[in-house]
């Protein structure tokens, strides 16, 4: 099929795409503008700052102020989605949806950014001395200093509470710029962290637009960008060494004769880009990540399948970029991630909001799971790939069909944690009612 053939495919339904640009680890390395040693540091910056995020926060003392999320194993999950595990490998689910102060993904980025940029505020400040360690941070100096700076930020919800929890943990005043698509919720929650909330009638890109545009008005603004934060990035490229350590409290094995699929729920595309480029310096050519949109938001998907050296937008496509999983509701890619990511990522598939519901309404059942429709993309990523043609034809070119039973696969869960309980209820509701109307033939048996 030609590239172009690929993306017309896509047509708003479900979709399954390889990319043919996937490159070996060690030539990506020499080649990455990031580098091990970024992510090296990035690594042990987060460990440098587990003190102060313990002392910020009161969900993170417990952990000693590590930014953890469980290890969830769910072959019954799997299972009950139309996985053949037998055949298929083991599941397990990266539960990030449980990821406290920020509820989603987007809190170990958060965090790691706004501290990194406070640090940096207080030394250029003379408020922290050089030698002194990032705690000095929470001096009642440095929290009046920071009162007089804001940090800026667009989000369709998710990127909003890590960063505006930071932001205000620290003293610093907080701006979200909001997306139509914001949950009122989240908005809420923010609010009552003591953050400004300006809510646009229009999408992400926009949303953040208007945010730059508001912190280039004063040197005192920062503006955090999630279409070209390399902090972020990293920040979320640190969930790598939390998966190998969990792996290895679960006695799985991952190398060349047991491969690792990882399946990540993609937005603008840098909390599954900067996982996957961790995932990658641990794991190397034996993990294979895929991204997962909603069909109507299929930026990343088709900002790769085409090729294209320019910004794609999902309405060029005749899509309308209206899902139920607000937290991926973007119509254009991260062009910095983009870049990045390219020679890694093994795929993007694309599903449908009811293929959400239903997922979300499995993992409660089968899995003790609770997390907000966003979190879910990625669930049906096993089926895809041992299911349909594109994703067999995969698994054929790098010669793992023999190992596949040998294999474990990653669902990546995103968000939800602060979810109101009847909101949840209402989803889970919706996708008892899809699943019970299934036939029990898989429904994405060929995309
Ligand atoms: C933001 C978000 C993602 C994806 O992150 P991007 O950096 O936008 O690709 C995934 N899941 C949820 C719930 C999110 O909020």
Same mark, same amino acid.
């Given at each position: 099929?030609?590239?172009?053939?690929?993306?017309?495919?896509?047509?708003?339904?479900?979709?399954?795409?390889?990319?043919?640009?996937?490159?070996?680890?060690?030539?990506?390395?020499?080649?990455?503008?990031?580098?091990?040693?970024?992510?090296?540091?990035?690594?042990?910056?987060?460990?440098?700052?587990?003190?102060?995020?313990?002392?910020?926060?009161?969900?993170?003392?417990?952990?000693?102020?590590?930014?953890?999320?469980?290890?969830?194993?769910?072959?019954?999950?799997?299972?009950?989605?139309?996985?053949?595990?037998?055949?298929?490998?083991?599941?397990?689910?990266?539960?990030?949806?449980?990821?406290? &102060?920020?509820?989603?993904?987007?809190?170990?980025?958060?965090?790691?950014?706004?501290?990194?940029?406070?640090?940096? *505020?207080?030394?250029?400040?003379?408020?922290?001395?050089?030698?002194?360690?990032?705690?000095?941070?929470?001096?009642?100096?440095?929290?009046?200093?920071?009162?007089?700076?804001?940090?800026?930020?667009?989000?369709?919800?998710?990127?909003?509470?890590?960063?505006?929890?930071?932001?205000?943990?620290?003293?610093?005043?907080?701006?979200?710029?909001?997306?139509?698509?914001?949950?009122?919720?989240?908005?809420?929650? *923010?609010?009552?962290?003591?953050?400004?909330?300006?809510?646009?009638?229009?999408?992400?890109?926009?949303?953040?637009?208007?945010?730059?545009?508001?912190?280039?008005?004063?040197?005192?603004?920062?503006?955090?960008?999630?279409?070209?934060?390399?902090?972020?990035?990293?920040?979320?490229?640190?969930?790598?060494?939390?998966?190998?350590?969990?792996?290895?409290?679960?006695?799985?094995?991952?190398?060349?004769?047991?491969?690792?699929?990882?399946?990540?729920?993609?937005?603008?595309?840098?909390?599954?880009?900067?996982?996957?480029?961790?995932?990658?310096?641990?794991?190397?050519?034996?993990?294979?990540?895929?991204?997962?949109?909603?069909?109507?938001?299929?930026?990343?998907?088709?900002?790769?399948?085409?090729?294209?050296?320019?910004? &794609?937008?999902?309405?060029?496509?005749?899509?309308?970029?209206?899902?139920?999983?607000?937290?991926?509701?973007?119509?254009?890619? =991260?062009?910095?991630?983009?870049?990045?990511?390219?020679?890694? &990522?093994?795929?993007?598939?694309? &599903?449908?909001?009811?293929?959400?519901?239903?997922?979300?309404?499995?993992?409660?059942?089968?899995?003790?799971?609770?997390?907000?429709? =966003?979190?879910?993309?990625?669930?049906?990523?096993?089926?895809?790939?041992?299911?349909?043609?594109?994703?067999?034809?995969? *698994?054929?070119?790098?010669?793992?069909?023999?190992?596949?039973?040998?294999?474990?696969?990653?669902?990546?869960?995103?968000?939800?944690?602060?979810?109101?309980?009847?909101?949840?209820?209402?989803?889970?509701?919706?996708?008892?009612?899809?699943?019970?109307?299934?036939?029990?033939?898989?429904?994405? =048996?060929?995309?």
């Amino acid at each position: 099929m030609t590239r172009a053939g690929e993306s017309l495919a896509l047509a708003g339904g479900r979709s399954f795409w390889t990319n043919r640009e996937l490159r070996p680890w060690n030539d990506i390395e020499r080649k990455s503008p990031l580098t091990r040693e970024d992510w090296r540091k990035a690594c042990a910056r987060l460990v440098s700052f587990r003190s102060l995020y313990g002392a910020l926060f009161e969900e993170l003392r417990e952990a000693g102020g590590e930014v953890v999320s469980p290890l969830i194993a769910a072959d019954a999950f799997a299972a009950a989605l139309g996985f053949d595990g037998a055949s298929g490998g083991r599941m397990f689910v990266k539960g990030d949806h449980a990821l406290p &102060v920020g509820g989603s993904v987007k809190t170990r980025g958060a965090l790691y950014e706004v501290v990194s940029l406070a640090e940096k *505020l207080a030394r250029r400040g003379g408020e922290l001395a050089p030698d002194e360690p990032p705690e000095g941070i929470l001096s009642e100096s440095c929290r009046a200093f920071f009162a007089r700076h804001t940090i800026i930020a667009g989000s369709t919800g998710n990127l909003g509470m890590g960063i505006g929890a930071a932001a205000r943990a620290l003293g610093f005043r907080a701006v979200i710029h909001m997306s139509r698509e914001a949950s009122a919720w989240k908005k809420e929650r *923010l609010r009552k962290l003591g953050a400004e909330i300006f809510e646009h009638d229009s999408d992400y890109t926009s949303a953040v637009e208007a945010a730059r545009a508001d912190a280039n008005v004063s040197t005192t603004s920062f503006f955090i960008d999630d279409e070209a934060s390399t902090e972020l990035f990293l920040g979320y490229s640190t969930a790598a060494e939390e998966v190998e350590r969990q792996l290895r409290e679960q006695d799985v094995a991952v190398d060349r004769r047991h491969p690792l699929f990882v399946y990540i729920p993609c937005g603008v595309g840098g909390a599954p880009g900067g996982v996957s480029f961790g995932l990658k310096q641990v794991f190397g050519d034996d993990v294979h990540c895929f991204f997962a949109e909603p069909a109507a938001s299929a930026c990343v998907y088709l900002q790769l399948s085409t090729g294209s050296a320019d910004p &794609v937008s999902v309405y060029d496509y005749g899509l309308d970029n209206r899902t139920i999983a607000d937290g991926l509701a973007v119509s254009k890619a =991260s062009q910095l991630t983009t870049a990045l990511i390219a020679p890694l &990522v093994s795929g993007v598939f694309t &599903v449908l909001d009811e293929d959400l519901y239903r997922a979300l309404f499995l993992a409660s059942e089968k899995a003790g799971i609770k997390a907000e429709p =966003s979190a879910f993309a990625g669930a049906l990523g096993p089926c895809l790939l041992t299911q349909t043609l594109q994703g067999r034809a995969y *698994l054929a070119a790098y010669g793992l069909e023999k190992s596949l039973p040998q294999a474990t696969h990653l669902i990546w869960t995103t968000g939800g944690l602060y979810q109101p309980a009847d909101l949840w209820r209402a989803q889970y509701e919706r996708g008892a009612e899809l699943n019970a109307g299934l036939s029990r033939q898989t429904p994405w =048996s060929e995309t």
